[in-house]
């Protein structure tokens, strides 16, 4: 019976020996924002976000970017990330996937635009007749999607070319391949900005929010809240203001950009596209 007890004492030590020397694993999420910028700069962007995030959060976000913003949005649909920076989760059968909007960054609405350089020929939209029209990609949202609908609507026939995000667009434009582009808004102010260009809109659309942050439904909500915490309080301590003041110049956004919570409902906009877009386009 002594030598029993012996044991068992042995066996739960060594049990707890073995439990403490594990390492307590940290929860780890794919995070996947649409490629806004050319690669470097978007990674440039949001590295230093998602290291704070994860620091103050506890829960764990690695980057994952295609090349351009639709490989991105495939692995949000393939599964592979649990957290997006995005605006392409809002057509009916996207909707059906349960990703949640919990945040997004404390920036004016946007507009979905047709543009071309300041010293452009083109006076129009009838004259961009017959052709070649560049777009970030066929799943921007605002940058595709709604001008294009616009020019279908118009009966405009333009010949498209995708460019894998809207600084390849803009490369596009100046370069004198392209006629025009499609763009967001802000993202049209912040190139030029940054390039030191000058743009004329020829058309512009209703205003939208800029894009979500948004969750998967497989993220258990204690660490999907501390996640947004950690985003929404990066402006109250001088290390995360720091970083959105860097970004923010970065990419050409209004000084130390913060992030702020938002829900379903302040996408509503997306959804009422959808319900009048072109099938081709939903």
């Excluded at 910028?37 to 994860?54: C, E, G, K, R």
């Excluded at 600084?167 to 596009?172: E, I, K, N, T, Y």
């Excluded at 990066?234 to 130390?256: F, T, Y």
């Amino acid at each position: 019976m002594k030598f029993s007890m012996k044991l068992a004492i042995v066996a739960l030590a060594w049990l707890c020996s073995v439990a403490c020397a594990a390492p307590i694993t940290q929860a780890s999420y794919n995070f996947s924002p649409v490629n806004q910028y050319n690669l470097q700069l978007t990674a440039s962007f949001w590295n230093p976000i998602i290291d704070y995030v994860s620091t103050k959060s506890g829960v764990h976000l690695n980057l994952k970017l295609g090349r351009t913003s639709a490989d991105t949005t495939s692995y949000v649909l393939a599964k592979e990330v649990d957290f997006a920076f995005t605006n392409h989760l809002f057509s009916p059968e996207r909707v059906k996937l349960g990703w949640r909007v919990f945040g997004r960054r404390d920036a004016p609405p946007v507009r979905a635009q047709i543009v071309v350089p300041s010293h452009s020929p083109i006076a129009s939209l009838s004259d961009l007749v017959g052709k070649d029209v560049a777009f970030p990609g066929p799943e921007a949202m605002i940058a595709y999607k709604a001008p294009y609908a616009h020019l279908l609507k118009e009966k405009i026939a333009v010949n498209i070319f995708f460019a894998g995000n809207q600084d390849g667009a803009f490369s596009q434009l100046y370069s004198g391949r392209v006629a025009a582009i499609g763009a967001n808004s802000q993202l049209a102010e912040g190139y030029a900005k940054r390039e030191g260009k000058s743009l004329r809109v020829l058309w512009s659309s209703q205003p939208f929010n800029e894009l979500a942050l948004m969750v998967s439904p497989r993220v258990p909500e204690q660490q999907a809240q501390a996640v947004a915490a950690a985003f929404f309080n990066m402006d109250q301590d001088a290390h995360g203001r720091e970083i959105l003041q860097q970004v923010s110049k970065l990419v050409g956004l209004p000084s130390m950009t913060r992030f702020v919570p938002a829900s379903d409902s302040d996408y509503q906009s997306y959804r009422d596209f959808y319900e009048v877009a072109p099938l081709l386009l939903r």
